[in-house]
């Protein structure tokens, strides 16, 4: 839908709209069954009979999506035209708050010889603690570069941001790391003729770090990718005249939730900690976006029994959220996540729309199978909003 | 799929791909079942239940497709952006190979009465015989016009194929068939401004066909249309990484796997020799293609009982396929030919794509109605070769 049609169809009411992501939620069967259609879910199963199911699809038939991308589309926005750079997703990862002029790297700390040449791109995956001790010490060292002021901050293993604050910050320069070994750091370059100055900055402080980690027996440089701005994306306030909150665990949700304009709401580790915050929350927001994280990680671990579990756990906090009385209520994936390959896959979502308003598909179960014969149909993911919206009456007509 | 954001996912291993069209697959029913209905394939059934199914459509609902754009879209092209000229299509039906610098046009013999006034198209659709023999008087006569080599060569009753092969020839002329009796051959116009001197050129030649010809008593000269040259495709190399090959018993599906870079087999007539030709080259190639044409024939023909006869033997040689452990293996229609309609359709092609990273659909049959409920849906066939890719694990994920 495009956004200039869209904004003048929208409209305020009072209903509240509940989206419920069940992160990497599809999957591939193991011994004839999906992780969904393993585990026991007799309120999915319930209101898979009362809602409208489908399949979503993040980005294009095909394409596995990483988790900004599967967000984005999500949220309504179109993942091809609105790219999240590495370096903003991995601090948006380490709950990092970024402004709009700071600029965000990822780095690996790795090894390069006399010569300069990398023998190893990840430092031999040195501990955390150790990557925490190198951010201290080339943060006590670095602090700033011409008026730029410079953050490091441990990620995991040889994981690192690299944040840059400062005035005239331009996005469009090249990687340092050349992504393979036995090559030498590569140089910045500017992309576009604006970012000589910054691309120019990023070479000084790649200096400026060896010199700092010189004779560091760990890691003696940190090579740079994903050299990137947060990109600006219309609010949900804007573009769906929504008052919205997220409710998440991880901090790369709450990032990305971030970018769309949602309130972020302190919630705890739990599942039932998220639904306490929903419960106390609902009055206050229009929309809200809550986040189960564990769907996904079991998937990657290729630990089908400990999805199917995560699934089962959510089926029984879902009389919670109905007792609510939400206008709509969808669930869904953000991409499949199948046990079976151990990572995110292309397959598409299922998905359940639930409104008083909408064509109950009388399924007998919610599953990757069942969806198929839903009314929805197999739909962008980027038209999920949409529906929403229209479901919680919040649409009005297009023409006379 | 945009290019640019494929080559950036596309990757290699050593995965084998055969993508097996059954030319003019779909059909409608006739005494309730369609030919794939009515054909007995226990084979192809049990493929149904373990893999994913759906529909595919080459252009757009509705639009029947000839077999270039078809192909073209299961080949991962756009038809509507990449449209193959009839000249072209025609001289790659008879197993002509072009250079890009060539031009092809088809051709027909023709009446005109003293006037110059066409008074008919076909020249009573003579003899190929005889068609064979005005080729070879004008090939005698007019091998060259300023430098441009002219190759006269010959189709069915009418229709012919005049090559032109040359320096600075420029495709963007009309046609000088006005396609309507009652009327003179038109001139040959430049549609941009290059393409003057070409214009000329095929002024003259017409002229010199008509002085050759003048006095045959069958035909008395050759209407041109459709001047034009091999659009350049990126090939399936650049495109997909992949090193593919083409399986084909008749020449315009070779010619159209020559247009993306397939290597062409050399096989023998029957579908027996082309699976022969699968499996002797099966250790040389990432991807296959693998045509079937009596499919197609059949339908045009309208014999109902002949095209349900090819898929009951195509459905005898699946074992042959799966023996040989494919990592992907689709099979699908270019286009609907039902014996119905006696001609290609617009209905969508029943599609079956076989991996062990699929969602087995657990459908009873392959048919068209039954693809209706695949988890694959109805989708344009332009995504075709992407699912392929993702199945095979050639593709790596978007964004992160």
């Not at 790297?105 to 995956?125: L, S």
């Not at 590569?186 to 200096?207: D, G, M, Q």
């Not at 804007?238 to 970018?259: F, H, N, V, W």
Request: with cysteine; net charge neutral.
């Amino acid at each position: 839908m495009e956004n200039n049609i869209l904004r003048d169809l929208v409209q305020k009411n009072s209903s509240r709209i509940v989206l419920l992501v069940i992160d990497g939620l599809g999957g591939l069967p193991i011994n004839g069954k999906t992780e969904l259609e393993a585990a026991k879910t007799p309120n999915l199963d319930r209101l898979a009979s009362k809602g409208s199911c489908g399949l979503s699809e993040a980005v294009a038939p095909g394409i596995t999506p990483g988790s900004g991308p599967a967000h984005l589309a999500l949220f309504g926005y179109d993942p091809i035209k609105y790219q999240i750079g590495r370096g903003v997703l991995e601090a948006l990862g380490i709950g990092e708050e970024l402004e709009p002029s700071d600029l965000a790297a990822r780095g690996n700390f790795a090894n390069i010889d006399e010569e300069g040449i990398i023998t190893d791109r990840r430092a031999g995956r040195i501990s955390t603690a150790r990557n925490k001790e190198l951010c201290v010490l080339l943060q006590k060292k670095i602090s700033a570069l011409e008026e730029v002021k410079l953050s490091f901050k441990a990620v995991k293993e040889h994981r690192c941001v690299v944040l840059l604050k400062g005035k005239d910050l331009v996005e469009g320069i090249s990687d340092t790391d050349p992504q393979k070994e036995g090559e030498k750091t590569k140089e910045a370059i500017p992309l576009i003729k604006e970012a000589k100055k910054t691309a120019s900055l990023v070479n000084k402080l790649t200096k400026r770090i060896n010199e700092v980690l010189k004779g560091e027996a760990s890691a003696n440089t940190v090579l740079l990718r994903g050299i990137s701005k947060i990109p600006h994306l219309p609010s949900f306030q804007e573009k769906y005249l929504l008052r919205s909150a997220c409710i998440a665990t991880y901090p790369m949700y709450r990032g990305l939730a971030k970018l769309v304009g949602m309130e972020i709401l302190p919630t705890g580790e739990t599942i039932k900690d998220e639904i306490e915050t929903l419960k106390e929350n609902f009055q206050n927001y229009d929309f809200f976006y809550l986040h189960i994280k564990k769907g996904d990680s079991y998937g990657e671990d290729g630990n089908f029994e400990k999805k199917v579990f995560v699934i089962e756990e959510v089926d029984t906090f879902i009389p919670e959220i109905e007792q609510l009385h939400p206008d709509v209520l969808v669930i869904t994936g953000d991409h499949s996540t199948p046990s079976l390959l151990k990572g995110h896959s292309w397959h598409p979502n299922p998905f359940l729309l639930l409104s008083k308003n909408c064509l109950p598909d009388n399924l007998s179960n919610f599953s990757e199978r069942s969806c198929c014969q839903g009314s929805l149909g197999k739909f962008p993911a980027t038209q999920a909003m949409v529906l929403m919206l229209a479901n919680s009456l919040r649409l009005k007509k297009f023409g006379a």
